[in-house]
Structure formats: C-alpha cells, structure tokens
C-alpha cells in the first residue's frame, strides 16, 4: 500500500496541471476530428482502447519502466541506452520534439522541486543525456520519490488518458461529464494495460500505432490547430 507521501508525490507527477505542457498536445487527436473519423464518444472510447492494446503508448510506458529501472540500480549507461532508443522509436518530428519538450520541462521542475537533493537529480540527467524523453523523465522522477514501479505506471497511462481525453472535450466538443465518463469506462483497459506493460521482455517492445503516425505527420501541416505541432 502506497504511504501517504508517496501517494501524494505520485499524485503530484500524474496531474494534468503539471506544468510540462502536455495540455498543448494532442496526439494526433487533433487531425482525426478534422477529418471526422473520431466525431463523439463513441468512437474516441475504442480508439482510446486501440491505443492502449497497440499503440505507441506501450512503447512510451515500458521504457518508463526501464528507467524507473535503471535510476533506481544505479544503471547510469542503461539510463542513456533508453532514453536513445525512444527518440529512435518516435515515428514523427513532431511525436519526439513532444516527447523532449515535456521531458526536459519535468527535469528542469524536478530540479526545481528537489533543491536539497539536486545533485542527485543532476547526476541522473546527466547519466540519461540531453534532450530528455519524458517517459525517462517520469520514471527518474518516480524512482527518486521512491513511487512503487505499477502504481507509477499506472499514473502514467492515467495521465496520458486524461490529456488526451481533456482535449477531445474541447476539440469534438464533449461535454466535461462526459469525459469523465469516459474516463471511467476506460479503467479496466488502463489496469489490464499496465499489468502486461510490467512483464513486457526487451524484445517484445513494439507499436503498431501506424494510424497515429499517420495522424500525427498531417498534424504537423494541419492548416489551422489548437494544438501544438
């Protein structure tokens, strides 16, 4: 059972008003209502789901567990290797200039946060090298703040859901408790999610998140956006 301070660190990592900017994004999310192919609910659940079975965001969580890791062992050249390996992986500019954005936001605020230990935290940036995936990012964080590894992974599909369903609130529009709803429903795909994340081997780390890819590279010349490209 997580202890109090604990519970209120991991609280404090998973929020949606950290301020690493993940508001701005919106994955592709953006793109698909454009082009009407998610246009209500009903279909932005299953792809949601999709995405959690198949997409990227598999990918993203398990390099998280592998720095949560690495940071917690010490493994300064293990930090590195996958915080490498991610940027390699990102299919799109602008999936990977999200990614280090927010990375090097949450490093910079862990710094910030940690002054007593910012040696510490220094040193693991330091071991990971610039620019920061934020999937390392969060896992250096969730090491350091001593986060037990599933309920850190747990916080970050549960991050990731909330940012991308906020911005379907304001890009189909939905209602916000409808959202919420969503959200909800979405609570059995985020457990079952993160219970294969976590025995995931190394040569079973894969995405067939192609639609987001596709998605994600219209985006970056999208006319007019809300979102960030």
């Not at 599933?150 to 940012?163: F, P």
């Not at 911005?167 to 059995?188: C, H, S």
């Amino acid at each position: 059972m997580l202890k109090n301070l604990t519970l209120l660190r991991l609280l404090q990592l998973a929020s949606p008003v950290l301020p690493v900017g993940a508001y701005s994004y919106s994955d592709g999310l953006e793109t698909l209502v454009e082009v009407d192919v998610i246009n209500n609910e009903n279909n932005l659940l299953p792809w949601l789901e999709q995405e959690l079975r198949y997409g990227g965001i598999r990918l993203e969580t398990a390099v998280m567990v592998r720095a949560y890791s690495c940071a917690s062992n010490g493994d300064f050249q293990g930090l590195g290797y996958w915080n490498s390996w991610l940027s390699a992986a990102k299919e799109t500019t602008e999936l990977r200039e999200q990614s280090w954005q927010m990375g090097s936001s949450l490093i910079g605020l862990l710094l910030d946060l940690e002054q007593h230990q910012k040696s510490k935290i220094e040193k693991l940036a330091s071991a990971v090298g610039y620019p920061y995936n934020y999937a390392t990012a969060f896992g250096i964080g969730a090491a350091h703040w001593l986060i037990e590894l599933q309920a850190a992974v747990l916080g970050y599909l549960h991050s990731w859901a909330s940012n991308l369903i906020g911005a379907a609130v304001k890009l189909i529009p939905l209602g916000q408790t409808i959202g919420q709803k969503l959200l909800f429903e979405l609570n059995t795909s985020l457990s079952r999610a993160a219970e294969e994340i976590l025995v995931l081997e190394d040569e079973q780390l894969s995405n067939c998140g192609w639609g987001l890819s596709l998605a994600s590279m219209a985006h970056e010349n999208q006319y007019t956006r809300l979102f960030r490209s």
